[in-house]
């Protein structure tokens, strides 16, 4: 079974910090997507990364980064967190070529 | 711009049928997806149509008309378990995806 896991189901952090949200995926799949989920807008792609080291926009990229230093792991970067940022956050894999896309459990993270 | 289209809430009764609706219009089109979330859950996914006419999987079948920009997602045999949240996702491009905002599937006994 293809399993996405991601570093915390909670955070909650305050207003200009750093924030940190690792994915880790064990099928090496080549893609990999970060999403935001807030009720009434459906899931919204942030970032999503094709091979390591790359990296593609999505259509909510304002205010975060992210990261693909190795195949297995993405992250994503809240350089300065804020009270909109308030959200579930979801990471996915996919393999290339396939249009399953699997989640993990997400991170339902506040920003006081 | 992107958009897609599908009703906020259905409701039905355990063993019926209930077909949700997704209508789209999207800067590109390479297919359309659908997954199943329950509440506090990832989404799962459910099937995909890449091509004009109707997949089956066992109770689940999806259809889609690209011409009319438009696919639905059919439930039968409904059971108690399917009361959940459902999106259609339209594949845009290179492995993107864009999804609708979601319908909740309340299934009663």
């Known amino acids: 079974d293809v399993k996405v896991t991601q570093s915390s189901r909670y955070l909650v952090k305050r207003t200009g910090e750093k924030v940190f949200l690792e994915c880790v995926q064990d099928?090496?799949?080549?893609?990999m997507f970060w999403y935001r989920q807030d009720p009434g807008l459906g899931l919204r792609l942030i970032y999503f990364?094709?091979?390591?080291?790359?990296?593609e926009k999505g259509d909510i990229p304002e205010g975060y980064s992210v990261s693909r230093e190795k195949k297995e792991r993405f992250s994503l970067i809240l350089e300065s967190a804020s009270t909109n940022q308030t959200s579930m956050y979801l990471c996915?894999?996919?393999?290339?070529?396939?249009?399953?896309?699997?989640f993990g459990p997400g991170t339902r993270l506040t920003v006081l | 711009g992107q958009s897609l289209e599908q009703p906020s809430e259905v409701t039905a009764v355990e063993g019926a049928i209930v077909q949700i609706n997704c209508t789209y219009q999207?800067?590109?089109?390479?297919?359309l997806s659908w997954y199943q979330q329950h509440d506090g859950g990832a989404p799962t996914f459910l099937s995909y149509n890449g091509l004009d006419g109707l997949e089956e999987t066992g109770r689940f079948s999806s259809f889609l008309s690209r011409s009319d920009s438009y696919g639905y997602l059919l439930l039968q045999e409904l059971q108690m378990k399917d009361s959940a949240s459902y999106f259609c996702a339209v594949h845009t491009g290179f492995q993107k995806l864009v999804f609708g905002t979601g319908t909740r599937l309340l299934v009663s006994p």
């Open positions: 996915a894999s996919s393999l290339q070529g396939w249009n399953e896309q699997f």
């Open positions: 099928m090496d799949h080549e893609n």
């Open positions: 999207t800067s590109g089109f390479y297919g």
């Open positions: 990364s094709y091979d390591v080291k790359m990296k």
